[in-house]
Structure formats: C-alpha cells, structure tokens
C-alpha cells in the first residue's frame, strides 16, 4: 500500500512539473490561436503560479478538518475539469481565469500528498520515499517537451493545436480525426482531377490531339 500511495502522489507532482511547463513550447500556437498579444502571455504564465499560492495556503486548513485522501481526491477531481475547461477558452482571460483554477486545486493537493508520504513510508525509508515525490516534478518538467512534440504530431501541422490542447487527449484525438478527414477528402478531389487529366493524356495519343472542349465537358463536367 505504500508504494501504491507513493506512485500516485508522486504522479501528482509529475503533472505539476508538466502544466507548469507545457505552455513554454505551445505558446506560439495559442497566442496565434487566440489572437494574444506577448503583454497577454505574460499573466496566463502567471496564472499557474499564482493559483497554486492560494491553494498552498487555502486548501490545507481544509484538510485539518477532514482527511488529507479526501483532499488529495477533491483537488484531483477540480484540477481535471478546470484542465478540461481550459481547452474551450476564448481569450486571454478565460484562459487566465481557468489555468488560475487549475492551479489552485493542483497547488492545495500537493501538501496533502507530502503529508500522505511522509505518514505511510516507512522510518528507515522516508528520505527515499520523499526524494522519489520529488523526482515526479522533473519528470513532468521534461515530458512537457514530449507531451508537445506528440501534439504535433497528431495534429499534423502547429495550427492544429489549441489553447492547452495537448494536455487534453480528447481533444487532440478528434484533432486528429477531423484533420484525417480533410486529407481524406482532399485525396478523393484530387483522385478525380487526375482521372481526367489521364483521360485527357489518352485521348492525345489515340487521336493526336486534345479532345474538344464540348467533349471534355461533357466527359468530366457533366454540361449539357
């Protein structure tokens, strides 16, 4: 059990590395995305931090009164839907406003979880079991770079990604079906236009020249 308990807090930490990182390399593409200016950047970069300063202080007097798990599981739950709501900002501010959420509910679990591993890891080992907490922040530091190289490949093309987009699987799956569709369609058109000019290429060489034009609109434009 507590090494299961550690895992996951030390996953918890791992995604604060990653949120906290993330926006760095997809910045272009939300700014462009969004219609931001550089001045805007700079506070939606601040929202994070500033958000987990409040849920530093804020949340652990709530886990005086009742357990740190049940803490840990609520600032869980309300960092997945703030997360998940970033993807449908607007602006500047509904971005602002959401990653200050995230934030907040990512920055309150982490205590929770310090407190958690300290309680469950053994005397002997609990310099290793915290060093391991810990470890988790890089980890999700480093993967913020992998996490947006996936993105775009997925998507295909840097346009293709949407304000933290990538952090949304969902989203960029159905990013991805939708930019599979155009390709899909965009082959279909152009598969007809290269039957006609192949159709056109025959004609010259059976006939020694080029068909009519009421010949080949009737052939591959349908006129009348």
Sequence with gaps: ????????????YLLDGLLHSILGPLAP?????????????????????????????????????SSQRVVVLLALLGFGLAQAATALAQGATSLFIWRLITGLFLGGALPSCLALVT???????????????????GLGATLAGV?????????ASPDGVTAENSSGFLGLIARARSQKRSQQTGTVAAGGHNEAIRDQALSVVQHGGYPSGAHFQRRHLGAK
């Excluded at 309680?119 to 470890?135: E, K, N, S």
């Design 119 to 137: 309680a469950a890891a053994p005397v002997a080992r609990r310099g290793f079991a915290i060093m391991v907490l810990f470890t988790g922040y």
């Design 29 to 65: 593409e939300i700014a462009g995305d969004l219609g931001l200016t550089n001045a805007q950047l700079g506070p939606i970069f601040s929202a994070n931090l500033l958000g987990q300063c409040i849920g530093l202080v804020v949340v652990p007097m709530l886990a005086d009164r």
């Design 147 to 155: 996490v947006a190289t996936a993105a775009y490949a997925m998507t």
């Design 1 to 12: 059990m507590p090494k299961v308990l550690i895992g996951i807090c030390s996953l918890i």
